[in-house]
């Protein structure tokens, strides 16, 4: 059905009427967008799926179906002798193509319509788990939110910190997958009863524009924030690196006790003392803003770091309360330890034992899709999924990591979307280190990738192969892949791209 084909494009650019709009007008095969996801059915889809099929049928009523008996018998009398007889059929089949080419702008209507209803509810239910979570904090005062944002690095600092503080607290754990504030209120509650048991809340910010992560640090209240890092992902969504740079340190500006800013994060380092200086008399009182250089390279903290073989993870030794502990993870990248090492700050505000961070570091498991190590034994391929990785500096972090590897090295990618006017820089850099890292490179084709290998040119001793589609590409790979290869999967696109 084309509607709810639409639809589904319409939900995966998070109800944005322009983007929706320019896909729908640059992809008319309407029939078939649901490729690689499904709809979700929520009460906002169901109620704009009507409205829209209403619009519809007022307007092919109004202008084709009204008129239809009458026009048809017309048609047949004609005499096809004059420029007018064809002129009236021309209108004729022309009201019936408007009417059908109308329907991206019935889908638009329909949200318009719905919009105010949409707002009473959404302010409804925040200041609900607003009033939910404020009950909490008043019945235990130990109580704890944590709160992360960041262009990238969120689910990783999250997953660390999830799985250093079980090792002490009762946590409760938002999903990554839900970042926004009407979701991430409805599903505070739809659990209240798991959160009311809890010590912490845990909990991933995302945002496309500024006053999205305010939105909701104005229910969590944060005590303790992190903010990993700012880059230029969704600048096309939020215009300019200057609003993506406020729109992330609304969460330092929320939090009552202690954020922690990666200051190995040139922007985050250069940006931080601007902040301060015009913000100081809006920072709450309590506020201690602390300043983490992740950068491993020449860290006294940190000590001896191995990477174990076979892609098996990552050993090093940590110095807490002036003592060097050994700790071990089964994750496999540099910027891992970095990450580590960022979340360990709050150890020893919370009051962590040796024995909770050595066993929360070895207990940590790959986050799927994020340099997941899948070991093929039948065929002897090793397989790193950075499927949901979607910027340069991950993509980097995956290059460094595959170069460990002791067969062919293999990349296949799409490229990274939504980078406005710093795409082409951006896959003008990409086209500058692969042929350093890799062996083979499997290019889905796009705009980006187009101007990425217009870039690499032939000089170079990869091997480059190219696809339209992630589909025809992964049905190639078995004629790729053979036995000692290692590849790394770099992003995945939806349908909407």
């Known amino acids: 059905m084309i509607f709810s084909q639409l639809l589904y494009i319409f939900q995966s650019e998070h109800y944005d009427r322009n983007r929706f709009l320019q896909f729908a007008y640059s992809h008319l095969n309407w029939f078939n967008l649901q490729k690689r996801g499904k709809i979700d059915w929520t009460l906002r889809a169901k109620i704009l799926i009507f409205l829209s099929l209403v619009l519809f049928i007022v307007d092919f009523y109004y202008f084709v179906y009204r008129d239809l008996h009458s026009d048809i018998s017309m048609i047949f009398s004609l005499h096809y002798q004059n ?36 707002s009473f509810q959404k302010k409804k239910i925040l200041n609900n788990a607003k009033k939910l979570l404020q009950n909490i904090r008043k019945k235990n005062p130990q109580f704890i939110s944590i709160g992360i944002t960041g262009s990238y690095g969120k689910t990783t600092i999250k997953t660390i910190l ?52 305010k939105s909701i ?41 202690k954020a922690f800013l990666n200051i190995s994060d040139t ?16 920072l709450p009182k309590t506020l201690e803003i602390m300043l983490v250089n992740g950068d491993i390279k020449n860290n006294t903290t940190l000590q001896n770091i191995e990477y174990l073989p076979d892609f098996s993870g990552i050993s090093f030794e940590y110095k807490y309360n002036s003592k060097y502990i050994q700790c071990k993870t089964k994750l496999i990248a540099d910027h891992i330890v970095s990450s580590l090492y960022f979340c360990l ?30 070991h093929n034994k039948q065929t002897g391929v090793t397989v790193i999924d950075d499927s949901y990785n979607g910027n340069l500096n991950g993509f980097i972090s995956g290059l460094k990591t595959l170069k460990r590897a002791n067969g062919r090295k293999i990349v296949l990618t799409p490229g990274i979307v939504e980078l406005g006017n710093d795409a082409k820089s951006t896959h003008e850099k990409l086209a500058k280190l692969y042929p350093q890292y890799i062996d083979v490179l499997l290019v889905i084709l796009n705009t980006n990738t187009e101007y990425m290998l217009e870039c690499i040119g032939n000089n170079h001793n ?16 078995a004629n790729i892949l053979r036995k000692g290869d290692t590849i790394v999967f770099q992003n995945d696109l939806s349908d909407n791209y």
């Open 267 to 282: 922007t985050i380092k250069n940006y931080h003392e601007e902040f301060q200086k015009n913000k100081k008399d809006t």
């Open 83 to 118: 420029i007018l007889d064809y002129a009236f059929i021309f209108f004729f089949v022309l009201n019936i193509i408007l009417v059908f080419a109308f329907i991206p702008f019935h889908i638009i209507i329909a949200d318009y319509l719905l919009s105010p209803l949409l």
């Open 462 to 477: 990869m091997i480059i192969k190219t696809y339209k589609t992630a589909f025809e590409a992964h049905a190639d790979l």
């Open 162 to 213: 999830q799985s250093l503080l079980s090792e002490k607290y009762t946590v409760f754990l938002v999903p990554g997958n839900i970042n926004t504030d009407l979701g991430i209120a409805n599903y505070v509650l739809q659990n209240t009863t798991e959160i009311e048991q809890s010590d912490i809340i845990l909990l991933e910010m995302g945002a496309f524009c500024i006053g999205e992560i």
């Open 217 to 257: 640090c104005e229910f969590i209240q944060p005590d303790y924030s992190f903010l990993t890092a700012i880059g230029n992902q969704h600048l096309e969504r939020f215009g300019s690196h200057e609003n993506i740079k406020k729109a992330k340190f609304e969460i330092v500006e929320a939090t009552t006790q």
């Open 345 to 374: 700050h709050i150890a020893e505000t919370l009051e962590l034992s040796e024995e909770n961070i050595t066993t929360g570091i070895q207990k940590l498991d790959h986050v799927p899709h994020r340099l997941e190590v899948i």
